[in-house]
């Protein structure tokens, strides 16, 4: 099957401008006309009332709870390279909103799937003091052999000296006895998704800051992002669709 043809119905994600331009860059043609499509190009994340007239249409989309398409975000390369955009936005926001150097800054990176690994791997390069919280014994050996100190989530709970924590963990994990063992002066940034991993309200009355960094890498790399986008979904066509 030879898709040449694409169309992106929906632009309003600054990502899938750039992902179009990709595909047009690497041989691919764009359509104003549906019907004329090979295959349709959606946002992340994906919403179902926009595959509305595309039900006869090969589909990539982000994020999407579906038996027919292909969803971009579950391929491994992509998730990769997207973690270290993430992390590199992450780095990005702490040096625009905390008064402390990276160098020699106690980090605490809860959390140490693809994220958590590619913060360390960046924050590593800073000079960062770099403690990780994560479950697995697995993870704890990789992040000890990674040159980070190693705590368990129990640990949370006693008192913490690290400046920055930064949380990549989808599930509330700083609650008021995490939060109340934090220095006064510590930074947080949550990645997590909605809700997020943070009880604000408990750290909005004790005074520490909490940093949104969701919608990332987007917020600081849209270009890259798109490219990484149209780059993935290339890859499918070339390794499934050809």
């Given at each position: 099957m030879k898709l040449k043809k694409f169309i992106v119905p929906f632009t309003g994600d600054k990502r899938m401008i750039y992902a179009k331009e990709y595909l047009e860059n690497h041989g691919f043609e764009h359509t104003g006309n549906s019907e004329n499509a090979d295959f349709v190009l959606l946002p992340v994340p994906v919403k179902e009332n926009m595959f509305k007239g595309f039900e006869d249409k090969i589909t990539f989309y982000g994020m999407g709870n579906r038996k027919s398409g292909f969803d971009y975000m579950k391929y491994e390369s992509f998730v990769l390279k997207n973690a270290f955009l993430t992390a590199e936005g992450a780095v990005t926001l702490i040096e625009e909103n905390t008064p402390y150097s990276l160098y020699r800054a106690k980090i605490l990176i809860i959390g140490y799937g693809r994220i958590g690994k590619a913060l360390h791997n960046i924050l590593k390069g800073y000079g960062a003091d770099i403690t990780v919280c994560s479950r697995s014994k697995?993870?704890?050996?990789?992040?000890?052999?990674?040159?980070?100190?190693?705590?368990?989530?129990?640990?949370?709970k006693s008192v913490n000296h690290a400046n920055?924590?930064?949380?990549?963990?989808?599930?509330?994990?700083?609650?008021?006895?995490?939060?109340?063992?934090?220095?006064?002066d510590a930074v947080i940034l949550d990645l997590a998704s909605f809700p997020g991993g943070v009880d604000t309200l408990v750290a909005d009355s004790l005074g520490l800051v909490v940093l949104n960094g969701r919608k990332m890498p987007s917020r600081y790399a849209e270009k890259t992002a798109g490219y990484l986008i149209g780059e993935a979904v290339s890859d499918i066509i070339e390794e499934e669709l050809t």
């Open positions: 697995s993870s704890k050996a990789e992040a000890i052999f990674n040159g980070a100190e190693h705590i368990g989530f129990e640990q949370l920055i924590i930064i949380n990549t963990v989808p599930h509330m994990v700083l609650t008021k006895n995490e939060l109340s063992a934090l220095k006064k």
